[in-house]
C-alpha cells in the first residue's frame, strides 16, 4: 500500500514538472510573439521609397529632430536629387509676444533649420518658406499644396523622421492628391529604431502619440 502511494506520488510530481515546462515554454512564446508585434509596430510608423528625383525637397520642422531632418534634405539636395528645399515656419513658442514687447527677438524652429541646411553646404538661394505659421503636420500640408499650386511640380520628396514618415506622407499624399507625387525619404540620420522601442522613453512617447493622432487622423477623415 505504502509503495502504491509512493508510485501515485511520483508520478504527480512527473506530471507537475511537465505542467510547469509547458507553461515556461508557453510564456517564453508569448513573450517572443508580443515582442514581434510590438517590433511590427514600430515598423509599421516609418514609410520609406526609393530614392528619385523630385522637383522640390519639403523639410519638415520639428524642435528636436530639425538637424537630422536637415542633414538628410541636404544629402538628397547635393545629390542632385531636386533644386529647392521648401521649409515650412512651426508657431512661434507661447508667451513669445513677452520677449518681443522686452525688445528681444524670439528664436524661432525655423530658422534653426534654414541655418542647419545651410551650415550642410545648402545654397541660400535654394531655401524656399513662407511666414504662414504651422501647427501640425495637416497645416504643413496644406502650405505645401497652396505654395506649389500654381507651380509645375510634379515629384514632392518628403523628408521627416523615420517614426514620423508613415502619417506624413498619409497627409501629403491626400493633401496633394491629382497635384504632385509624394515621395517619402525619412531621415537616415534619425536614431529611432522599431526593435526595442517599448524600452526607451523617448520612443515609447513617439510610437503612443503617433498613433494616437494617426488615428485621430484617419477618424476625422472618414466622418
Known sequence: MEQKEKKEEGRGKRWKRILLLFLFLLIIELIAYWQHILVSLGSYLI?????????????LGGWDDRVV?????????????????FVTRPERP???????????????????MIRALKSFGVDPKAIETVEKEVSCTEDEAKVVRD?????DYRVI???TSRYHSRR?????????????RVVSL??????????????????????????????????????
Not at 531632418?69 to 528645399?85: T, V
Not at 508667451?95 to 525655423?110: D, I, S, T, Y
Request: aromatic share 14%.
Open 47 to 59: 514609410y520609406e521609397e526609393p530614392p528619385r528625383k523630385g522637383d522640390l525637397i519639403v523639410v
Open 69 to 85: 531632418r536637415a542633414r538628410e534634405a541636404a544629402d538628397l539636395y547635393h545629390k542632385g536629387l531636386a533644386p529647392k528645399i
Open 94 to 112: 507661447l508667451g513669445w509676444k513677452m520677449l518681443a514687447e522686452k525688445g528681444a527677438q524670439p528664436f524661432e524652429a525655423r530658422e534653426g
Open 147 to 151: 505654395w506649389v499650386k500654381d507651380k
Open 157 to 159: 520628396l518628403l523628408v
Open 168 to 180: 506624413a506622407w498619409i497627409i501629403f499624399r491626400d493633401a496633394l492628391e491629382g497635384k504632385a
Open 186 to 223: 525619412p531621415s537616415h540620420y534619425d536614431d529611432f529604431r522599431p526593435e526595442g522601442w517599448w524600452k526607451r522613453r523617448k520612443d515609447l512617447k513617439r510610437v503612443v502619440f503617433e498613433y494616437e493622432k494617426l488615428l485621430y487622423y484617419l477618424l476625422e477623415k472618414t466622418f
